[in-house]
């Protein structure tokens, strides 16, 4: 069973420079790009942000970590909820770790799965690739599903939005990138220098900004690809054409490393389509008195 | 206005408003004529009607406007329930998902010594759904909390957050100015 990626030899070299070693003076730890070893019980929480944790005492509050891997040694504990955005946990040997509360990686279904499988998130690395590819495949038929939703309550919108893409391809692709960023550096910004109370909201605001981009763009690329492949732009066809859209970037998105990377690209473009064509809205509406 | 039960569709409208043969139901001028709602629909595309055949002889025509008419309209009433159109992706959500199961229900077969086939089967089926009850319900509760924790971890970095205000504003507006020529050329 494997228990951890290869080991990063940066975090390693640099420790002795920024590890933030605690004493368990102050209540809580909150680290930011410096690794954080809790060496003594430790009355609050950890809040680390692109470092790693190790725990080698009892925590008495949460462990947040964005970015970052946690691990345990010998007498670590957290009483508790673990919460690891972005990263692993490395339990003990043939042990799950010794947390009281929740042990939770929000951004992984997968993990999840594998722990209603009576496999814990911290064993992820021994699964098999028929798991994977099950998960991958259950997610396709469910953005397929979405997307013919989307074409089936929006079908105008999302054919001017699929036609704004092919009129300026170039465009939606700086756009979809300037509006990852913006959106990103936005959320950034305001949780960085504004009371938690009004960041949060906008840092959510901006996080379902982009999802609803991606989602509707993403629909608006099947439906384009599926009209160029067919060669029919023909309203009776558009479900066909998305279905033929999707597979063609559904497989590819199924292939070691390039299906990774097209779908990212895909994704930057499609929330451009969605900013460019202003989620399809028509930019004159007509009134007859 | 009472809403009708059998509302006509888009295309029968302005077929009846211009006087020709509607496509999908033969009695649709006859309906339009005693239901005030249909009618409304029949006037509305008259008017169109009236309001493109007033503009002046020497407007340009546009090119590849009757195209992009076409690409571009909704679904009629008619197309929406046909399922004939919908079949294909239909049955590919479905095959496509059955694959998925069927790929989580291998290693549960394995366990099909102790259990019933049709019980194996169920079990990821069930892990799925209650892994997809947790995951949204993780979100829901953990995600506020992982935010406040990213935001008191990030007050303590500054510079960070002037760092990415600086570059927020030179990003916005050329945001603005590929969204602004985007309008223009639409």
Redesign the interface.
């Known amino acids: 069973m494997r228990r951890r990626r290869p080991l990063r030899l940066g975090p390693v070299l640099l420790a002795p420079l920024f590890t933030a070693a605690v004493a368990g003076a102050s209540p809580s730890i909150t680290s930011v790009r410096r690794d954080v070893v809790v060496s003594s019980a430790l009355p609050g929480r950890v809040v680390a942000i692109l470092a790693d944790v190790r725990i080698a005492a009892r925590v008495s509050g949460d462990v947040i970590v964005w970015g970052g891997d946690v691990s345990f040694a010998p007498g670590g504990s957290v009483a508790g909820d673990l919460l690891v955005f972005g990263g692993t946990i490395e339990a003990p040997t043939d042990r799950p770790p010794p947390v009281e509360g929740r042990v939770s990686t929000p951004g992984s279904l997968l993990h999840l799965y594998l722990s209603e499988m009576r496999r814990a998130p911290w064993e992820g690395s021994g699964l098999g690739a028929s798991v994977l590819g099950g998960l991958h495949l259950l997610a396709l038929s469910v953005w397929l599903m979405v997307a013919l939703g989307i074409l089936y309550f929006f079908a105008s919108p999302l054919a001017r939005a699929a036609m704004s893409a092919e009129e300026d391809w170039s465009g939606a692709l700086l756009a979809g990138a300037l509006g990852v960023l913006t959106l990103f550096l936005a959320a950034g910004a305001a949780l960085s220098l504004l009371p938690s109370s009004v960041a949060i909201p906008i840092a959510l605001l901006s996080a379902a900004l982009a999802v609803g981009a991606k989602i509707f763009g993403m629909a608006a690329l099947f439906l384009l690809l599926g009209q160029k492949l067919l060669k029919t732009f023909a309203p009776a066809r558009r479900p066909a054409a998305l279905a033929a859209g999707f597979v063609v970037l559904g497989g590819l998105s199924l292939l070691p490393f390039v299906g990774a990377l097209v779908w990212s690209l895909a994704s930057i473009v499609a929330v451009g389509v969605a900013l460019v064509s202003r989620f399809g809205t028509p930019r004159w509406r007509i009134a007859v008195g | 206005m009472t809403p009708c039960h059998r509302p006509l569709d888009p295309i029968d409208a302005e077929a009846v408003a211009a006087g020709a043969d509607p496509v999908f139901r033969a009695d649709a001028a006859e309906h339009a004529r005693g239901c005030p709602s249909c009618q409304a629909l029949v006037n ?1 595309a008259r ?2 009607a009236e ?1 493109l055949e007033g503009l002046p002889p020497e407007s340009p025509a546009v090119p590849g406007l009757a ?2 008419v ?6 009629s009433r008619r ?2 329930r046909t399922y004939a ?2 079949n ?3 049955l ?3 095959g ?2 059955a ?9 549960a077969l394995a366990a099909s010594e102790q259990l019933s086939s049709g019980a194996s089967a169920l ?2 089926l ?3 759904l ?3 009850g ?2 949204a319900s ?2 829901a509760t ?17 510079l ?3 760092a ?2 600086g ?2 504003a030179p ?2 507006l ?2 603005r100015k ?2 602004a ?3 223009r ?2």
Do not use: K, N, T
């Not at chain 2, 953990?142 to 500054?158: F, K, T």
């Open positions: 509305a008017s169109l309001a195209e992009r076409v690409r571009l309209r909704a679904f197309e929406r159109l919908w294909a992706p239909v590919l959500v479905l496509i998902g694959a998925g199961l069927a790929l989580l229900l291998r290693p079990v990821p069930v892990a799925l209650r892994a997809a947790r995951w993780d979100l953990l995600g506020p909390r992982g935010l406040q924790g990213l935001s008191e971890a990030l007050h303590q970095e500054s960070l957050g002037a990415a205000l570059m927020l990003l916005a050329g945001l590929v969204l020529r985007a309008a050329s639409r």
